[in-house]
């Protein structure tokens, strides 16, 4: 069974298990969220389209992450009229993963939404965790860094050379 729903200005086309990225919805990693603008329904049998939307009908969705998009560049010019503008844009986005399509005004299960799977630490997470560690005070570091430097060698100067005297 897919639905088609609208979120964000757009329409996308759904089924069970299927993840997607949309426009920005509050929710915590974790949180159901339900989609009730459903357009249409189908899959088994004839689809069901709505005008405007499928009375009873809606789809559950768990939280996946709320991240950022990649980063977009806005150039703008005027040729011949030294007139430049550069902006960058980064969107807003949440990942979805739709759980159930529900249909006769029936709510979201909470044993459908299986729970996020407990992400393992990498040797790279466990190295950002060393570097957090507070630093050793600075007065107790100055000694040791004296004691490291090596010994300054004394340097031959030749002497400065005699300038003529001056003539009266």
Do not use: C, W
């Not at 809606?58 to 007139?83: L, P, W």
């Not at 739709?98 to 249909?103: K, Q, R, S």
């Amino acid at each position: 069974m897919y639905a088609v729903i609208r979120t964000g200005g757009k329409q996308y086309r759904v089924a069970p298990e299927d993840i997607i990225e949309i426009e920005k919805v509050t929710g915590e990693q974790g949180e159901i969220i339900q989609f009730d603008q459903v357009l249409m329904l189908g899959g088994e049998g004839a689809a069901q389209i709505g005008a405007p939307t499928v009375d009873g009908a809606s789809v559950a969705g768990q939280v996946v992450e709320q991240k950022r998009a990649d980063k977009i560049t806005v150039f703008k010019k005027k040729r011949r009229k030294n007139y430049r503008r550069k902006k960058g844009h980064r969107q807003h986005l949440t990942a979805v993963r739709i759980t159930e399509i529900l249909t006769g005004g029936k709510k979201p299960s909470k044993a459908a939404a299986k729970p996020a799977p407990a992400k393992k630490e990498s040797k790279a997470d466990a190295k950002k965790a060393d570097d957090k560690k507070p630093a050793a005070k600075k007065a107790d570091a100055k000694p040791a860094a004296k004691a490291k430097e090596p010994a300054k060698k004394t340097s031959a100067k030749k002497p400065a050379a005699k300038k003529p005297a001056a003539k009266k």
